[in-house]
């Protein structure tokens, strides 16, 4: 059996304990995805509380609506999709706010796939260039499609596959690819324009 069946049997085994009542069960779902899921809205949101807030939110409505899931599909899957329908709805709640100072802290993983803690560099110019670079980032991947803007932390940030991208977005391979493809070429040159 490979890891991600392992992975799969693990979840299920954990979903239908929690169905049958074990509460504290629940406390594995949210601990294995916990991370994943606040760095993909923290991806989409730019902004830490409320990225904060949906994760939650996204595991509020997963406990809530737990007896629905489906134990053949994938509980990452599910749960994603409560996390980018929570994010989705918080953009059209939420005008564009001014961006301010960015949080230079760019979220890394560490072999486990879990956020580790940020880099720091002692080179006060090293780390001006990390935050210049950081923000010109940012603001690039702000002006994607959210459907570009998907893909492109699906693909770099989760370093998912375009069939895990597709399958965990329901759209053909071919368009992951067409998606990442565009996403990146719009951000190289917008990138390119920051160039000095």
């Known amino acids: 059996m490979d890891e991600r069946s392992r992975s ?23 601990e294995k995805y916990q991370n994943r899921i606040f760095s993909m809205v923290y991806g989409m949101t730019r902004n830490r509380e409320d990225a904060r807030d949906i994760a939650q939110d996204t595991f509020v409505k997963a406990y ?7 134990l053949e599909s994938s509980f990452y899957t599910w749960l994603y999709r409560i996390a980018m329908n929570l994010t989705i709805d918080h953009s059209r709640r939420v005008k564009r706010r001014p961006t301010g100072e960015f949080d230079e802290e760019v979220a890394q993983r560490d072999d486990a796939g879990s956020v580790a803690e940020p880099h720091h560099i002692d080179s006060p110019s090293r780390a001006l260039e ?27 940030l989760e370093g998912l596959s375009y069939k895990e991208i597709a399958d965990l977005m329901e759209i053909p391979e071919g368009t992951v690819m067409s998606r990442l493809f565009y996403a990146r ?12």
């Open 8 to 30: 799969h049997e693990a979840d299920i085994e954990l979903v239908t304990a929690v169905q049958a009542g074990d509460l504290v069960a629940f406390q594995g779902l949210v």
């Open 64 to 70: 809530r609506n737990l007896q629905s899931f489906r």
């Open 130 to 156: 990390r935050k210049e670079l950081y923000t010109h980032i940012m603001d690039a991947l702000e002006h994607l499609p959210a459907d570009q803007k998907q893909v492109i932390l699906l693909r770099e």
């Open 185 to 196: 070429k719009k951000m190289q040159k917008l990138l390119a324009s920051h160039q000095p």
